[in-house]
Structures are given as structure tokens and as C-alpha cells.
């Protein structure tokens, strides 16, 4: 699977290091520059925020929009990020994203295995493995020509790869549908606001990870705008998490979340 790992950030790396210069809570400056970072650690990074982020965005949009949800709002969300990323990035960053994400949920399977879990078939969420088998479905089915290398490589069975076509489209006529309903069409106020904790753990890819964060706020308050507010805060929350709270129409975006993102 490492061969997935490597190029997100090519294009990122330099504006990351642009953006990432900061002041510490103690005074210090940190300052991130590519050299400092390994690309791959890094782009792994940034494809599980962003696919976190987006996850939390599908919370905030079924929330603001009061749209119909038929099942398990948490799988909703999980479309979502595949219908989005696959639309906002080219079809390499795509599949990076993907493979990165779904490979954190099989990653967080196995230790919960070790650890001697069981397994959580009362949660909110589908398994982590049933998060990874999704994922990847879903991305092979915008593109069954194209993606079936990616399907094979990352264990989808034939006996789920055969609807990954027919979900993908409904995930389409669904989330699509959204999407087209609150494209920016006139210039005018940020739908979301962004409010930074600059303190960042003391971590590289952390702080780097909130210009990520950064930058695809910024992409989305271009091309969207629905008529209602989302904030994204990004904090130290003491727990590796990341949220969306419906009353306050709130994303939070944790810290230590990103810095679990970053394996060696
Ligand atoms: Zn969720």
C-alpha cells in the first residue's frame, strides 16, 4: 500500500511552508519548512484531515440544510467525503486521500484487535473496516474503468466491487445534488469561519495540518455558499477527536487528532 503514500503535497509543500510560520504561545516562533517535513508522513497527514474535515462538513450541511437522512447519518458523511474530495482534487490526490483515510480505519481496526477490543457493532459509525471497504467502493465506483488496479490492490472483494458503480451514483444523485444547490454564484460573506488555537502541541505536521485546514476553508468559502453559518475551530481538545456540534453549528477540529495522523 505504500506506493499510494507519496505525492499530495507536491504541489502543497511550498505554500504550506509559506503559511506556516507562527508564533508559539511561549513567544517563540515555529517555523515549518518543507525540508523539515517528510513528504510522505506528511501527505498521509493531510489526506486524513482533509478527509476528516469533510466528514465533519457532511454533519454541518445535513444540519444546516435539514436534508432527508434515511440511514446512519455517520455513513452519509463518509459519502460525502468521497463525492466532494473526488470533485475538489485531481484524480491522483483523489485516490491518495482516499487510500490514506480508509487505511487509518483499517489501521485503528487492527489495533483495537491487539488491544483486544470488540468490536463496536453498537456505534453510531460502521466499523472501522466496514469504514475502509466503503471508502474504497465508493472512489472505485466513480471511475470502474480506471480505478480497478486500486480496487484489486486494496482487497475490495468482487462480491462488493460489482454495486460500487450503482452506489457510487447514488451517492452522486444524492450529495451532488447538495453540492449544486449551494455553488457560489455572486461574491459575498464566507460561509465559514475559521478560528485558530495557535498553540500546536509543539508538532511540525501539526501546524502544517492547520494550514492545510486553512487553505481548504478557503477553497470551499470560493465555491460555495449556503445561506447559513459553520465555524471551524481548530484547538487542543485532550483527546484525539474531531466533532460537529448541531446547536452551535460548530466543527472542532482537534489538535492531537492531526498529530495521530502522523506514523513513521
Ligand atoms: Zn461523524
Redesign the pocket.
Known amino acids: 500500500m505504500q506506493k499510494f503514500i507519496v505525492f499530495l503535497l507536491v504541489g502543497l509543500m511550498s505554500s504550506t511552508a509559506a503559511d506556516a510560520k507562527k508564533q508559539s504561545k511561549g513567544g517563540d516562533p515555529i517555523v515549518v519548512s518543507p525540508e523539515d517535513l517528510d513528504r510522505s508522513v506528511m501527505s498521509y497527514v493531510e489526506a486524513n484531515v482533509l478527509a476528516t474535515m469533510y466528514?465533519?462538513l457532511?454533519?454541518a450541511l445535513i444540519d444546516g440544510l435539514s436534508l432527508p437522512i434515511f440511514s446512519r447519518?455517520?455513513d452519509a458523511?463518509d459519502t460525502f467525503v468521497v463525492v466532494i474530495t473526488d470533485k475538489f482534487f485531481d484524480a491522483e490526490q483523489a485516490e491518495q486521500l482516499t487510500w490514506a483515510s480508509a487505511d487509518q480505519y483499517a489501521r485503528d481496526a487492527e489495533e483495537a484487535e491487539k488491544k483486544g477490543q470488540e468490536l463496536a457493532v453498537w456505534s453510531?459509525?460502521s466499523l472501522d473496516l466496514q469504514r475502509y471497504y466503503n471508502l474504497i467502493c465508493l472512489y472505485y465506483g466513480g471511475n470502474v474503468q480506471q480505478r480497478d488496479d486500486f480496487a484489486e490492490e486494496n482487497g475490495l472483494p468482487s462480491d462488493r466491487a460489482q454495486t460500487c458503480e450503482e452506489e457510487r451514483e447514488l451517492a452522486e444523485t444524492s450529495w451532488g445534488g447538495v453540492l449544486d444547490d449551494i455553488k457560489r454564484t455572486r461574491s459575498g460573506p464566507d460561509w465559514i469561519v475559521l478560528d485558530e488555537d495557535v498553540d500546536t502541541l509543539g508538532n511540525s505536521y501539526v501546524l502544517a495540518a492547520q494550514s492545510v485546514i486553512r487553505r481548504e476553508v478557503a477553497r470551499l468559502n470560493e465555491r460555495f455558499a449556503p445561506d447559513f453559518e459553520v465555524k471551524v475551530v481548530i484547538e487542543n481538545c485532550n483527546e484525539e477527536n474531531a466533532?460537529?456540534s448541531p446547536g452551535e453549528g460548530k466543527i472542532t477540529m482537534c489538535n492531537e487528532l492531526s498529530r495521530s495522523y502522523v506514523h513513521d
Open positions: 466528514h465533519e457532511g454533519h447519518e455517520e458523511a453510531t459509525h466533532f460537529y
